[in-house]
Structure formats: C-alpha cells, structure tokens
C-alpha cells in the first residue's frame, strides 16, 4: 500500500510540486533505490542475528519516515524525495527476513501455501494503495493525507510482529530444531549463490518481471487518465484534487488479479510439481511470455477503447501474477537454511538495481524526450507515454526466457541443497 499510493495520486503531486515526468518517476526510483542497497546488509544480519529484532526496529524507521513525507511543504520538493528514499529501509528489513522465517516454520506444500497467504498482500496492498489514497485524496482534497494512512496500518502490524511472530531457529522445519551447518563468511555466502545456477537464472528473471511491474504499477493510471483526455471523455486535470477513477479501477483489478493469479499458480504448482520437477520455472515463463502480448495490446488499445484495455491489463496481471509465491518457493528450496536471508536480499538488490528502480525514471524520461516533438497537445501527452511504455513487453518476453533457463538446472541445484541440508555439511 505504501509503495503505490504515490502513484494513486500522482496527478495532484505533479500539479502540487510543478514536475515534469521525469522527475515525478524519480520518487519511486528512489524508494527502490534505498531498498535495493540496504537489501544486502539485512540480509547479512538476518543470517546471523535476531531476525524479530531487526524487523521490527525496520518497520519503525518505516512507519517513522512515510508519516513524515506527507509534511512536505510546496516548496520543499526534494525533502520527499528524501522520506520516500527513507522508506525503502522497513521493506528491505522486512522483506529479506519475513520469508526466511515462514521457510522455517514450514515445508513442502504446507510452505508453498503459506508463502501464497503471505505473497498475495504484494498484489492486495498496492491495489488498495492506488485505491485509498486516491479517496482518502479525494475526500480531504489534498494528497497528502494519503500518506497518513498507511502508518496506521503498519503501527498495527507492529504490535502483531512484537507479540506474535517467533523467531524460529534457521533450518527448523527441515532439521527438526535447526541447522546444524557452520556459520560461514559473507564471501563464502556470495560465491555460493553465484554457482547457484538456478538462484542466477531466477533472479534475472525476477528482474526483468520487476521492471515489468514497477513501470506499469507507477505510470498506469496517469497514462489511462491522458487516453481519456485524447479521447475527450474528460478534461485535463489543472488543479487538485485530479479525477481518481483510473486509480480505483486499476486499484480493484490489481487486487482481484493478484488474488487470483497467486491461487492459480499455487494450485498448477501444487498438481505438477510431483510430475514435473521443473514445474515451477516453467510456470512462471508461461505467466511471462503470455503476459506481454496481453499488455501490448492493452496500450495500443487505450487511444481507442478504455474497456478493452483494462479487459487486456486485468489479464496480463493474472498471468504475472502466478509468479509471485512460486519464485519465493524456487528460493528457499534451492538455498540451504543459513544463506536464505542473503539469497532474499541479493535478490531483491539486482532484481531492483535492474529493474524497477530504473523502470518508472525511465519511462517518464523517454517521455520527456519525446515531448521535444510536440510541448503543448493533450494527444501527444498521451502519444509519447504510450510509446515509452511499450518497453514493458519487451522486457517481459527477456524474463520468459530467463525462466525457462532455470527450468534446466532447477532439478539439480534442488537436489544438491536438500543433500547439504541433510547431511549438515559444512559448505
């Protein structure tokens, strides 16, 4: 919710500060920015130290740092791009952890179903994000009291953390109280990921579906809302607050979908995995490469039929979205007890570093660029954020690919974890 109720109210920020594209994508660059970088310190702490700790003191600094951005003033611009770079330190911290500590508490399908409860709330919460902020924008007539909502929630999720999350002993579920394998460097840790050919392989995929996501996530409403101004179903949003309807609907799909999309890989992963080792991967490159036709047509549609195009998006977000708790599932099975904190975090810096980070900063700056050709027609507002979107499926099809490369050795790096685990190597 947090991380997209910026984009629910976009319009009234960009009219509020006076930016331009380019700069409006940088407050999510960012918040991804400062995410991916810490990424790799809670990972190191959360293979070795208290991991209810460290999450807890992140979700603070979190709660802390998003209440403070909606205090900005006008003239004050680049101090909520500061809170919004603050803000990446409680979902790094959280993040990386979170799953490692529900690798612990369970296994086989038992796991999968709870990493599923788990990682549905990714599609949930920013669907609402888009939906309550522009409502909460909407009803108070200022953007900022959107920022005041979401602190509440996570004061709420703290106390459940402090009192009812367990730290359970890393490796618990597969070694009936822990693991036993010696505690190894950082460095060790690293080139053991690195030769981790599924963990590679995955994590590029990843990537690739981040910057999928990132960019349509952030710029999809704004981009609906100057489709309907070309086609003079409203006017040009001057002042706040700015229509919200885009961001209810696309809020509302972005919730069903991810419900959905999340169940339905779960169920397919759930059938085929006894049948088909390499079930998992595969899944997710078909939920890839199908999806990318599906948001193609849908921003060539939006110059002429809004329906066809949310029909498009509400499908090409189901199909991505069977992806999310299988990945989770790839990572914790393919990397042994005492690295996944690690794994979690490396993943989340490259799969950031290279994908959303950049992704809305670079659609808005294309934008931009493209503006040189035409500084003052609605339609060319909506022409040139429609051809920088474009990117978006083409990225898709090159995450397809990388899955289905680690459908080749899934099987055998899967294998080599369980027997390191088992065994209580030292590795």
């Not at 977000?317 to 996944?340: C, F, G, K, M, Q």
């Not at 055998?412 to 590795?427: F, I």
Request: hydrophobic content about 45%; some cysteine.
């Amino acid at each position: 919710m947090d991380r997209y109720t910026i984009a629910g109210v976009l319009l009234s920020i960009q009219n509020y500060f006076g930016i331009p594209d380019s700069t409006s994508g940088l407050l999510q660059t960012v918040f991804i920015c400062s995410f991916m970088f810490l990424a790799p310190i809670f990972g190191y702490l959360g293979d070795r130290y208290n991991r209810k700790i460290i999450m807890i003191a992140g979700m603070i600094v979190w709660i802390i740092t998003t209440l403070g951005s909606s205090f900005v003033k006008k003239s004050d611009f680049w101090v909520l791009v500061l809170t919004r770079a603050l803000v990446g330190t409680g979902e790094a911290s959280y993040s990386t952890i979170a799953p490692t500590i529900i690798g612990d508490l369970f296994t086989g399908t038992k796991r999968t179903l709870m990493i599923s409860f788990f990682y549905i709330f990714i599609p949930v919460g920013s669907g609402l994000g888009y939906i309550l902020g522009a409502t909460i924008a909407n009803a108070t007539g200022d953007w900022r009291w959107a920022l005041r909502f979401s602190p509440a929630l996570g004061g709420l999720g703290l106390l459940l953390l402090v009192f009812l999350i367990p730290d359970p002993p890393r490796g618990a579920s597969e070694n009936k109280g822990g693991a036993t394998m010696e505690r190894t460097t950082y460095i060790e840790d690293v080139k053991y990921l690195l030769k981790n050919r599924s963990f590679v392989w995955s994590s590029l995929g990843v990537t690739a579906m981040a910057f999928v996501t990132g960019a349509l996530a952030f710029w999809t409403p704004t981009f609906l809302s100057r489709a309907q101004v070309t086609q003079g179903l409203r006017p040009p949003c001057k002042e706040e607050p700015c229509n919200p309807l885009d961001s209810y609907i696309f809020g509302a799909i972005t919730v069903v979908t991810g419900i959905v999309g999340v169940f339905l890989g779960t169920y397919i992963s759930k059938q085929l995995r006894d049948r088909l080792p390499n079930a998992d991967p595969l899944i997710c490159a078909v939920g890839m490469l199908s999806s990318s036709p599906c948001f193609f047509i849908a921003i060539i549609l939006a110059a002429t039929s809004i329906p066809a195009t949310y029909t498009f998006i509400a499908i090409g977000e189901t199909l991505l979205s069977l992806n999310w708790a299988i990945l989770a599932d790839i990572l914790l099975y393919v990397v042994v007890p005492t690295r996944r904190a690690t794994a979690e975090a490396l993943q989340i810096m490259v799969c950031h570093l290279l994908g959303d980070a950049g992704s809305p900063y670079l659609i808005g700056a294309v934008s931009i660029f493209l503006s040189t050709y035409d500084q003052e027609s609605p339609h060319w507002d909506f022409r040139r954020l429609e051809y920088s979107i474009l990117l978006c499926p083409i990225i898709g099809i090159l995450g397809g690919v990388f899955f289905f490369m680690t459908s080749l050795y899934i099987k055998e790096d899967r294998k080599a974890a369980e027997l390191l685990n088992s065994a209580s190597y030292k590795v």
